[in-house]
């Protein structure tokens, strides 16, 4: 989409001097994205204890499962990428 936007001079210099090597479209395109994630992360941190009944029962659950931790740990991928879990095919847990 094509529109004609007045920003201030301060506020765009600073914007490229963050982001060497990009256009001033890609720039702006890159922070209205930060904009709108960081905007969308406050709402639901905002939500933190408004649902009481959903609280985390990891450290219950470790308690009552001494072995919990390491199954878990054993799942997780060794590269750290939260995406790709490591499940063997033997999986017996």
Do not use: W
Not at 30 to 57: C, K, N, S
Not at 70 to 79: G, S, V
Request: proline letters at 8%; aromatic letters at 4%; glycine letters at 4%.
């Amino acid at each position: 989409m094509r529109t004609t936007l007045d920003i201030e001079n301060r506020l765009l210099d600073a914007l490229m001097a963050r982001s060497p090597g990009l256009s001033m479209t890609k720039a702006i395109e890159r922070a209205i994205e930060q904009y709108i994630r960081t905007d969308a992360y406050e709402r639901v941190r905002a939500l933190r204890g408004a649902f009481p009944e959903l609280i985390d029962r990891t450290t219950e659950f470790d308690r009552l499962d001494p072995e919990r931790p390491e199954r878990i740990e054993r799942l997780r991928p060794a590269n750290g990428d939260p995406r790709r879990s490591v499940i063997p095919a033997d999986r017996t847990a």
